[in-house]
């Protein structure tokens, strides 16, 4: 089966494009029995080939690090004390992965310290400076203490900086749950955006609180659109990240027994993935899956936009100020299967 993006820019958007441009982005699985609900299908299904076709009447547009944090900004952002002076760089809390130019972001947490990693030896690793509640008394690299009225807890300044980053962002933001298909999802609704302009997305399955604020940190400065995915293991956790991310496009894509291991029962599990939707604003658009009677059955705020989708088709009206915009995008179902063709479109 194949999924269809396709986006159609017009000129008066300049400040996507400068001209009119269409983008067709066809994806190939090899899923054959996409539709069937039999238990020997996999999911997600082995991509088999990948095409894409563009047609443009500018260069494609290039794509971007993440942006540089100052050492201000951090210190902003946190509310925290600059007490060695350090070069704009982005942010990592993983030494494994670090990257030369970043900072290293210490978190603490019941069985766990990362400070004890703070030493000379993360310099080789072209590390410039670490956010944290101490260092080493050798440390000569930048650094951004945490402030002390967060009693030491590095996960509350976490999300502060997070939160920081998406109040310097005005782009859409789509925050999209479900109990299955997130990854899928994202990466499908982001790569369809890529034809409006650049997309950042959430890294991997980043979305629990430290990896939904990582993706928020990560956004970088000048970038049109954000996809994250917002994933939970409890009751109140969806509900902290869309605080967090504040999406502007909110969708729940399926209630599945996935949950149902913290849950007593699936209506439970529908009550927090409907979290994602509570605190919508007007001018907010909530896509619910229509299929689901689980999902029909949450509430949506009033004043806020409601678009309810079929396992076919779902159209999403007036995204943000793109007017004139349609994209097609496939999803699985809560089933996992993939033959759900939603389209977010603007008229």
């Keep these: 089966m194949s999924a269809t993006a396709t986006t159609t820019i017009y000129s008066s958007f300049p400040h996507l494009l400068p001209t009119t441009t269409t983008t067709t982005t066809t994806l190939y ?10 238990k020997s299908n996999t999911f997600p299904p082995q991509v088999s080939s990948t095409k894409i076709n563009t047609t443009c009447a500018v260069p494609p547009i290039p794509k971007f690090p993440h942006p540089p944090w100052t050492v201000s900004e951090i210190a902003e952002a946190i509310n925290g004390t600059i007490l060695k002076w350090g070069p704009p760089g982005s942010i990592s809390t993983d030494t494994r992965t670090l990257q030369p130019g970043q900072w290293f972001f210490a978190i603490t947490g019941l069985n766990f310290d990362a400070h004890h990693f703070i030493t000379p030896n993360l ?12 260092v080493s008394h050798n440390w000569d690299k930048g650094f951004v203490q945490i402030e002390s009225s967060s009693n030491n807890n590095t996960l509350i300044s976490l999300n502060k900086m997070a939160i920081y980053a998406r109040n310097r962002f005005h782009g859409p933001l789509i925050g999209l749950t479900g109990s299955v298909g997130k990854t899928t999802t994202r990466t499908m609704i982001a790569l369809a955006l890529e034809g409006l302009g650049s997309v950042h997305q959430s890294p991997g399955n980043w979305n629990n609180r430290i990896g939904v604020s990582l993706s928020l940190i990560g956004i970088p400065r000048n970038v049109d659109f954000a996809v994250l995915e917002l994933g939970m293991s409890g009751k109140g956790e969806i509900l902290e990240l869309a605080r967090m991310c504040r999406p502007s496009i909110r969708v729940i894509l399926n209630v599945g027994a996935s949950h149902l291991g913290n849950f007593g029962s699936l209506e439970e599990v529908s009550v927090a993935k409907g979290e994602i939707l509570r605190e919508a604003k007007p001018g907010d658009v909530c896509v619910l899956f229509a299929d689901d009677p689980l999902v029909m059955s949450l509430p949506v705020p ?20 793109l007017n004139s915009t349609r994209i097609d995008v496939d999803m699985p179902d809560a089933g996992g299967h993939l033959g759900s063709v939603y389209s977010l479109m603007s008229l």
């Excluded at 699985?29 to 039999?38: A, C, E, I, L, M």
């Design 302 to 321: 009033i004043g806020v936009k409601r678009a309810e989708s079929t396992r076919w088709h779902v159209n999403l009206y007036s995204l943000m100020s």
């Design 29 to 38: 699985f090899t899923n054959s029995h996409s539709h069937s609900t039999s």
């Design 123 to 134: 310099y080789s690793l072209g590390c410039v400076g670490v956010i944290a509640n101490r």
